[in-house]
Structures are given as structure tokens and as C-alpha cells.
């Protein structure tokens, strides 16, 4: 097995498809090099394959030898050796994984270096201070990046010597006062290894080697990972370099160049550079950059070169680049290029501005796959302002956006300090269907237990409110939180980022997110492409979120929570009589009185969603969830004492209270329990769609019995549906009406067949089907511990975010497949959480379903996701 290649190595394939061998900076620079002909300064790559073999089994065979190979052809081609006291090579060692990665890995620059080489550069260049700089800054990195020493150690020592100089930036110090800083540094790395610094240009080489091989499992780069969903086992690739000098004096510098501005997505050179300085200068932000186009001034020739490569890669690549160059001596050299972040306004301007540059068009496939369910979060939600703010905890993002307000710990004084006109941040350790109100009224809920799929977040995202939850170090009294030694009492102002998890004390400057008419654009082409392929439908539970979601998009409603529709004002304490009622009379009355609410509530969703099919769930939850606190009533007992009502609902609670509710007396079995509130809730439902077709309207219902798990189960609840049907028909009409059932149970999966019979549609329930197929609970598993699974690899993806794919994935695809052999007309779709996640979308598309569903904030990104799901089973367009 080959280990290492040279930048000009003939690959069999265009080198920038080679990413996965030779990791994206890697890649790139053999393009700049063998195919487009561009000033790159010579190296080699340990390619990924190597640093694999190393973290599994330790420096691979072999692999010293062909570096030793190719270290030998980058002397030959530059003319200098490693090490060498007259005139030494240096070389940079850097990483650079397939995916870009910034900042999370490691670098050491001017390798090669020690006490007589620096001596030879020195001699060489006719520049002491140049020679020194670069010994010291060489120090500095090995010793931190390779021997693990404290990088304040060096700082401190540094800072003092700018002191003693009286130095207005870095540049301004001697070579003498430099010399002594090298001198002081060697002692730094004395101290802490007990061995002298290494000065032998082949262990540097292999030491570095291996620090950045090691540095693929950081604890910053295992993170980062994780959060941005990228496998643990593709390892890192290593860059050797030649150096080139951007600190050899006034006619040097370095600096960073984007080919259109990545911030608006306006076409023209972006960037910044420094004269005399060397690369991590310029993003370390310890001295003053200044902007790209003021080279023109300084470098008049070479900025024209350095336009006229932007043009060629971008005409090469057919995006926007992201460069990184030295000026060496008057010389131009490019040391990288990619493709280049941005944020989703300039995503959005950028892939449809491309459709028509002349130099680039982009189809319009390709320009969809251009851009991600991120870029589209920013343009929707409000985020955190750029600028430096200090975390106070942090928690799991469970719905974006960014939230400013006061802390308040109940629902109560939440919407009481709402309708004062405050800012209002809900912080519960858990929320309930009691905290409604407080939920609705507040910027944004911050919760100290939970995970991806509990109330708060759920509720969170369904109306495109802020969310963090699961926040595990909050510590929560009555009216204030602690975390640490740090107290936040109520009324207190704290931020939070429901799209990163942070929770910041005081308020933070927001960026509130702004829709370009671009979105319009790339959503149409979006719709375009998955028309009659993968429909997009919203979970919605109220008039105005229907209308919310229709215009977003939806296409429909894969799912209306009925019981969410219990929790108004109004409404629980209805619900309540239902439940406490005495005798069979009593439960009617109660009944009746749902009966009529709920039939409004229907009739707007109805007319919201005229014409698009509407899922109607029936009631799901176990009715213990529309009760008080057992143990907040049993205090009160205890302290003040509970009113004749407060002693029915107590006993009520303990009566309804289960030790496993998620597995107890909940969809289906309600109706066992209370055959007439599901019977209620069909007549309300058909009431109302026999008045909408009266009024000229266009009602297409589906009726969606949660929790079945055989066939003889679904075709009982069918018969009681229908039977309420047939009564309503008597007196409102008939309506056509589809019954169906939620596949939320591993059992239900493998009994798809038999279940279908009994069938018109499923929609999936992935929320349940991967707790269950898991034995994951969602509520206790995410916060202590889904992040050491995920930081370990035992999971690649946290399930409740994105299906997973080996366990639930196969039994949706094997579901969907029996039922559909049992019954070719069944209707399939999903209303789980992943109904709005691009990757779970993917799966559900090679599948077979019909549709997805998810919240209605999400719809836009679930209509893209949809989209790239077709052309990534075509194989067109562009879903990098």
C-alpha cells in the first residue's frame, strides 16, 4: 500500500476527487499543482489511509521509508536539505482531513530548524531578526502542538520580551532580543520534558508526523465533529511543505483571499493580508490586517496575478474559493485553496447568481444542492451576533435561533412579566402541557433536564421558538438557577442559542436572520425537482399553524396532535371533568363540551389547509399528562392544604399515574379504556368537514389511530371509527375520509403486512420507534449519556436527531416494504422528528415514502432536503 504522494504525483483521476485518500487541503493542492499549473510551493501527503493504520495500530510500516523518499525529492527539487547549516529547508507540516475542519487540528511551521541551521538562514538570508523569528516561532509550536507544554509559557515569556523592546507589533523586535527569546524557550521545553529541544531534523519531522496524526482524536476535533456530524474513522491526512516566508521584510507578506465575499455572497476579491508577517499572523488577530484590495497599493503586480487565480479556480471549481498566500521576496506562492463557508445569505445569492455566470453555470440542480439546512436556519432565526460573549453552560440545541430575555422559572410569571412587555426566557427543569401559556409567551425556554424529543423542545420547534434543554450543570431553586458559583436569580437577563446549545449571562447582540428573495428562488427549483417524488407536509395542530406552514410550503398535514388542542385555557379544565367524571352521564357531559371545542379547532385547521391532505391524530398521551403534579399536590397537602377540587384531581393523578407512561395507557388503548373519546373526537372531526364542504370547501381527511401494534387491534379502533363516522354522516353528511395507523412500535414494523390489511396509509413514528428498537429514553439519555457514545463512536449519529439508519432505518424500509407487498395503494409517510432532518429524509426517500412531516419552521428545510434526497438517488446535482 502506497503511503505518500507528492503534490505533482499523476493520479489515474482529477486529484480534488481524491479527498477521502488524501484529505481536502491535500487534494487541492495536488489540483493547484499537476492540473492548473499555480505557484505551490513543493511537498507531499501522508495520505488518510496512514493516519488510520496509525490510530489503530501505531506507526505503520513502511511509512518511514516513504517519507524518507519523498523528504529526499523536496531537497532535490528545492535545492536545500533538511537541516542543513548552511542553508537549510524548512518544511510546514499540516493537516487536513477530507472535510474541512478549521482550527480543530494541528500545524507546526519552520521545521527543520535548530541551533546551527538558524544559524546557516541566517547567513543565507543576510537577515538575523528573520532567521530567529523563525527559530523561535518553530519552538513555540513544537512545544506546544508536539510536547504538550502550556502555550502561556511561551506567551508570557514572549509578551516580556515585546516589553523590554519597547515593540509596537511582533516586527518591531531585534534579532538580539530574539536570540534570547529562543534561548528562554529552550529552557521552557528543558523544564518541562527533563530532555533538551530536539535538534535532529528527522525525529522533528517524525514527531510532528505523529502529533498530527494524533490530533485527529482531540477532545476539540472529537467535538466539532460530533456537531457537525462527521464519521470518526476517516482519519487525517498530513501536508509536508516547503516553506516559503511572508516575515522576509517589506517586500513579503501573507494573507487570507475569498473569491467573493462570503459574508453577502457579492462577486469581487475578500480578504485580508500583512506585510511582513507569516500566515498565523494574520488569523490569530495579534496584529491589525489590512484588507485585500489595499495589495493593489503595496503589491500592484502581484495583486493582478492574484485576481487572475481567483478567476481560475473559481472558473475551475464552479464556486466560491477560499485561498491562503505568502509573498515571498516579490514572489506570489499559493499554500491552499477550498471551498470556501459562508453564510446562508451569501449561500442563497451565490447559487443563484452562478446559474447565470457565464464562467460557472451552475444548473439549477446543482446550485439546490449547494445549499444546507444551516444556511437556511440563519436566514429564518434570529442568531447571536459575532463578538466575543463567555458561555455559561451549555446544553443540547434543541430548536434554532437566539433568544434575549429575563429568566423566569414558572409558566405563570412568565406570562405575567410578558404581559408587562418584557423579554421573557421560560426556565423550567422540565416543562409540561401546564406550561403552555408560559411556553407560548416566552423569547425563548431553557430547560435543565430533557432531550432532542421532549415537550419543551418539541413544542419549541413547532413554534419556532429558541430552545435549550437538557442543560444538566443548571441547578434550579424556586426563583433562581445556579451553575457553579454563578447564580441567576429571576428577572435576571440570559441568552440563548437554541442552534449551538450556549447559554450566555447578560444579553448578547442578535443578528436577526433576514429572508432574501433568493430563498424563493432555490425553494421553487427545490420543488421542481421532488414534485411527485417527495411531498412535504407540516405537523400542526391549530388554525394559525396551519396557515403558518401552508406558507411555508406544506403541502399538506402529516400530523395534528388532537390532544395538543386540550391544553388551551379553555380547554383543561374540560378535559379534567372528562377524566373525573363519576358516572357514565357525568364522562358525556364532559364529552359533549370537547366535542364542541374540538370541532372549531378543526374547522380552522380545515380551512387553513383546504384542498391538502390533513392527518388527524387521535388522542395519544396518557391522561395523567393533562393532570397536576402528584407530588406538587401532595406538598401542597401537606403546607396549605388542597381546595375539594384540588383532593378530585389528586387522586385522580395517583389513580392515572404509571410507572413506564410511555408503554402504558396511551393511543389505542385509551380507546379500550374510553371507548368514547375517540368516538367524540371522529364526530367533531366529520362535523366539521361536512360544514366546510357546505361551505364550498375542499376537506380531504385522514384519520390516524396512534400505537396499534396487530392487525385485529387496528381493525377494532377502525370499527369504531367508522361506526362514528356512519353517526355523524346521518346528521352533517358524508365526507371521504382515510383511516390509517402510526408505526411507532418495533412489533407494528414486523407485523407491517398483516397491519396493512387493515390500512389505507402509515405514517411512521420515528420519535417512539427509536426509543423502543433503542431502549434509548428520550427524556434521560441525551444529556450524561448520548455525548460519551457519540465521542466514542458507539453511535455515529444521535438517533433522535437523525434516524438510525442499521436499527430503525431497516425496519422503516422493511415496514414500508411489507406493507406496500400486502397493500400496493398504501399511502407511506413519516411524522417523527426526522420528518425535518436532510439526512433521515434521504433514508425515508430510498425507502419509498410518499411523505415526510415535520414542524413548520422546518418545512423550508425539509423541502430542500427533499429535493437533494432525489438528485442524490439520481446521482445529479450537487449535494456536497
Known amino acids: 500500500m502506497t503511503f505518500v504522494y507528492a503534490f505533482d504525483h499523476e493520479h489515474l483521476q482529477a486529484p480534488m476527487s481524491l479527498k477521502d485518500l488524501l484529505g481536502g487541503k491535500g487534494a487541492n493542492l495536488a489540483e493547484m499543482t499537476s492540473v492548473l499549473g499555480l505557484p505551490v510551493p513543493p511537498g507531499f501527503t501522508i495520505s488518510t489511509e496512514a493516519c488510520r493504520a496509525y490510530l489503530?495500530?501505531?506507526?505503520?510500516?513502511?511509512?518511514?521509508?516513504?517519507?524518507?523518499?519523498?523528504?529526499?525529492?523536496?531537497?532535490?527539487?528545492?535545492?536545500?536539505?533538511?537541516?542543513?547549516?548552511?542553508?537549510?529547508?524548512?518544511?510546514?507540516?499540516?493537516?487536513?482531513?477530507?472535510?474541512?475542519?478549521?482550527?480543530?487540528?494541528?500545524?507546526?511551521?519552520?521545521?527543520?530548524?535548530?541551533?546551527?541551521?538558524?544559524?546557516?538562514?541566517?547567513?543565507?538570508?543576510?537577515?538575523?531578526?528573520?532567521?530567529?523569528?523563525?527559530?523561535?516561532?518553530?519552538?513555540?509550536?513544537?512545544?506546544?502542538?508536539?510536547?504538550g507544554i502550556p502555550g502561556e509559557e511561551f506567551d508570557e515569556l514572549f509578551e516580556g520580551a515585546r516589553k523590554l523592546s519597547a515593540a509596537r507589533t511582533d516586527a518591531d523586535i531585534g534579532a538580539d532580543v530574539l536570540a534570547m527569546v529562543v534561548r528562554g524557550f529552550k529552557e521552557i521545553v528543558q523544564s518541562h520534558t527533563r530532555a533538551p529541544f530536539?535538534?535532529?531534523?528527522?525525529?522533528?519531522?517524525?514527531?510532528?508526523?505523529?502529533?498530527?496524526?494524533?490530533?485527529?482524536?482531540?477532545?476539540?476535533?472529537?467535538?466539532?465533529?460530533?456537531?457537525?456530524?462527521i464519521s470518526h474513522d476517516l482519519g487525517t491526512a498530513v501536508n509536508v511543505q516547503a516553506m516559503v516566508f511572508g516575515n522576509r521584510g517589506e517586500d513579503s507578506g501573507t494573507g487570507v483571499g475569498f473569491t467573493r465575499d462570503p459574508s453577502t455572497g457579492a462577486k469581487g476579491a475578500y480578504g485580508d493580508f500583512l506585510v511582513n508577517a507569516q500566515g498565523e499572523d494574520v488569523v490569530a488577530g495579534t496584529r491589525t490586517t489590512q484588507?485585500?484590495?489595499?495589495?493593489?497599493?503595496h503589491f500592484p503586480a502581484i495583486h493582478a496575478q492574484l485576481l487572475e487565480i481567483f478567476e481560475d479556480l473559481e472558473a475551475h471549481y464552479r464556486d466560491m474559493l477560499d485561498t491562503e498566500f505568502t509573498i515571498e521576496s516579490g514572489k506570489l506562492w499559493m499554500l491552499q485553496t477550498r471551498v470556501g463557508k459562508r453564510t446562508g445569505a451569501a449561500a442563497l445569492r451565490m447559487a443563484v447568481e452562478m446559474t447565470t455566470d457565464p464562467g460557472i453555470e451552475l444548473s439549477r440542480a446543482e446550485a439546490v444542492g449547494r445549499i444546507t439546512a444551516e444556511h437556511l436556519d440563519s436566514v429564518l432565526h434570529p442568531q447571536f451576533a459575532p463578538g466575543p460573549r463567555t458561555v455559561l453552560t451549555r446544553g443540547l440545541a434543541a430548536s434554532p435561533g437566539a433568544a434575549v430575555g429575563r429568566a423566569y422559572f414558572s409558566a405563570d410569571d412568565a406570562a405575567a412579566a410578558a404581559g408587562r412587555a418584557e423579554q421573557v426566557v421560560l426556565v423550567r427543569n422540565e416543562t409540561s402541557p401546564e406550561d403552555i401559556h408560559g411556553m407560548a409567551a416566552a423569547e425563548g425556554i431553557l430547560t435543565a433536564r430533557g432531550g432532542l424529543v421532549s415537550h419543551a423542545a418539541v413544542v419549541a420547534r413547532g413554534w419556532g421558538k429558541p430552545a435549550v434543554c437538557g442543560a444538566e450543570q443548571v441547578r434550579i431553586s424556586r426563583t433562581s438557577f445556579s451553575v457553579g458559583d454563578v447564580v441567576v436569580s429571576e428577572g435576571d437577563v440570559i441568552s440563548l442559542d437554541g442552534t449551538t446549545g450556549e447559554v450566555v449571562l447578560g444579553a448578547?447582540?442578535?443578528s436577526v436572520g433576514h429572508v432574501p428573495d433568493e430563498l424563493t428562488t432555490v425553494l421553487s427549483w427545490a420543488d421542481e425537482i421532488r414534485s411527485g417524488r417527495l411531498a412535504v407536509r407540516a405537523n400542526a395542530d391549530t388554525g394559525t399553524d396551519a396557515a403558518r406552514a401552508r406558507a411555508f410550503g406544506a403541502e399538506g398535514i402529516g400530523l395534528c396532535r388532537t390532544e395538543h388542542m386540550f391544553?388551551?385555557?379553555?380547554?383543561?379544565?374540560?378535559?379534567?371533568?372528562?377524566?373525573?367524571?363519576?358516572?357514565?352521564?357525568?364522562?358525556?357531559?364532559?364529552?359533549?363540551?370537547?366535542?364542541?371545542?374540538?370541532?372549531?379547532d378543526f374547522l380552522e385547521v380545515l380551512e387553513a389547509m383546504d384542498g391538502l391532505p390533513v392527518t388527524v391524530r387521535l388522542l395519544d398521551p396518557p391522561l395523567h399528562e393533562f393532570l397536576p403534579d402528584?407530588?406538587?399536590?401532595?406538598?401542597?397537602?401537606?403546607?396549605?392544604?388542597?381546595?375539594?377540587?384540588?383532593?378530585?384531581?389528586?387522586?385522580?393523578?395517583?389513580?392515572?399515574?404509571?410507572?413506564?407512561?410511555?408503554?402504558?395507557?396511551?393511543?389505542?388503548?385509551?380507546?379500550?379504556?374510553?371507548?368514547?373519546?375517540?368516538?367524540?373526537?371522529?364526530?367533531?372531526?366529520?362535523?366539521?368537514?361536512?360544514?366546510?364542504?357546505?361551505?364550498?370547501?375542499?376537506?380531504?381527511?385522514?384519520?390516524?389511530?396512534?400505537?396499534?401494534?396487530?392487525?385485529?387491534?387496528?381493525?377494532?379502533?377502525?370499527?369504531?371509527?367508522?361506526?362514528?363516522?356512519?353517526?355523524?354522516?346521518?346528521?352533517?353528511?358524508?365526507?371521504?375520509?382515510?383511516?390509517?395507523?402510526?408505526?411507532?412500535?418495533?412489533?407494528?414494523?414486523?407485523?407491517?403486512?398483516?397491519?396493512?390489511?387493515?390500512?389505507?396509509?402509515?405514517?411512521?413514528?420515528?420519535?417512539?420507534?427509536?426509543?423502543?428498537?433503542?431502549g434509548f429514553s428520550r427524556d434521560d439519555i441525551e444529556g450524561r449519556v448520548m455525548a460519551p457514545y457519540l465521542e466514542q463512536g458507539l453511535l455515529a449519529r444521535n438517533p433522535f436527531e437523525t434516524i438510525d439508519a442499521a436499527g430503525v432505518g431497516e425496519l422503516v424500509r422493511l415496514a414500508a416494504a411489507r406493507g406496500r407487498s400486502a397493500r400496493p395503494a398504501l399511502k407511506l409517510g413519516v411524522c417523527g422528528e426526522h420528518g425535518g432532518d436532510p439526512e433521515s429524509i434521504a433514508l425515508f426517500f430510498d425507502a419509498g415514502l410518499d411523505y415526510v412531516s415535520c414542524s413548520?419552521?422546518?418545512?423550508?428545510?425539509?423541502?430542500?432536503?427533499?429535493?437533494?434526497?432525489?438528485?442524490?438517488?439520481?446521482?445529479s446535482g450537487d449535494t456536497r
Open 508 to 510: 448578547v447582540a442578535l
Open 567 to 600: 391544553l388551551g385555557e379553555d380547554r383543561l379544565p374540560v378535559v379534567r371533568e372528562m377524566i373525573l367524571a363519576a358516572t357514565p352521564e357525568a364522562e358525556a357531559v364532559a364529552l359533549e363540551k370537547l366535542r364542541a371545542v374540538q370541532k372549531t
Open 56 to 147: 489503530h495500530g501505531g506507526w505503520p510500516e513502511g511509512l518511514d521509508a516513504e517519507v524518507a523518499e519523498h523528504r529526499r525529492a523536496l531537497e532535490r527539487a528545492m535545492g536545500k536539505r533538511l537541516g542543513d547549516p548552511c542553508d537549510p529547508l524548512l518544511v510546514s507540516v499540516r493537516s487536513g482531513a477530507k472535510f474541512s475542519m478549521p482550527g480543530m487540528m494541528d500545524t507546526v511551521l519552520n521545521l527543520g530548524l535548530n541551533d546551527e541551521s538558524v544559524e546557516g538562514l541566517a547567513k543565507q538570508t543576510g537577515d538575523d531578526r528573520f532567521a530567529y523569528d523563525s527559530y523561535r516561532r518553530f519552538i513555540q509550536m513544537f512545544g506546544k502542538i508536539v510536547l
Open 198 to 229: 530536539p535538534q535532529d531534523p528527522d525525529l522533528q519531522l517524525r514527531a510532528a508526523i505523529e502529533a498530527v496524526f494524533s490530533s485527529w482524536g482531540s477532545p476539540r476535533a472529537i467535538a466539532y465533529r460530533t456537531r457537525e456530524k
Open 856 to 875: 413548520p419552521y422546518r418545512v423550508p428545510i425539509a423541502r430542500l432536503a427533499a429535493a437533494q434526497a432525489v438528485l442524490g438517488a439520481s446521482g
Open 630 to 774: 402528584v407530588e406538587e399536590l401532595a406538598v401542597k397537602a401537606a403546607t396549605t392544604g388542597l381546595s375539594v377540587e384540588e383532593v378530585q384531581l389528586l387522586a385522580a393523578a395517583r389513580w392515572w399515574q404509571e410507572v413506564n407512561p410511555m408503554l402504558g395507557t396511551r393511543g389505542v388503548r385509551l380507546g379500550v379504556v374510553k371507548p368514547g373519546l375517540y368516538a367524540m373526537q371522529v364526530r367533531a372531526l366529520m362535523e366539521a368537514a361536512a360544514e366546510r364542504l357546505a361551505a364550498g370547501g375542499t376537506p380531504v381527511v385522514e384519520i390516524m389511530i396512534p400505537l396499534t401494534i396487530s392487525r385485529e387491534e387496528l381493525a377494532l379502533a377502525r370499527g369504531w371509527v367508522e361506526a362514528a363516522m356512519a353517526e355523524a354522516a346521518a346528521s352533517a353528511g358524508a365526507v371521504d375520509v382515510t383511516i390509517g395507523t402510526m408505526i411507532e412500535t418495533p412489533r407494528a414494523a414486523l407485523l407491517a403486512a398483516e397491519v396493512a390489511e387493515a390500512a389505507d396509509f402509515f405514517s411512521f413514528g420515528t420519535n417512539d420507534l427509536t426509543q423502543m428498537a433503542l
Open 291 to 297: 484588507p485585500l484590495s489595499d495589495l493593489a497599493v
